[in-house]
């Protein structure tokens, strides 16, 4: 099986390419680096019933 060299979608092709190239890593790893990145952001963020305990509060 041979690995595909890009992204199907067209413009995530493109994203991905220029993350690639502006941290100067490869295609797979630009990909990972961002859906981690964007999973740890997605995590950090209180959920909605932390925001109404918090606003409850006040």
């Known amino acids: 099986m041979r690995a595909s060299h890009g992204v199907p979608h067209p413009e995530t092709d493109v994203l991905a390419r220029w993350v690639a ?3 100067r890593i490869g295609l797979t790893e630009a990909v990972h ?3 981690k990145h964007e ?3 997605e ?3 209180p ?3 932390e925001i ?6 006040y």
């Open 21 to 23: 190239a502006l941290k």
């Open 33 to 35: 680096a961002a859906l």
């Open 39 to 41: 999973l740890e952001r």
């Open 43 to 45: 995590h950090a963020r």
């Open 47 to 49: 959920s909605l019933v």
């Open 52 to 57: 109404g305990v918090r606003f409850c509060r």
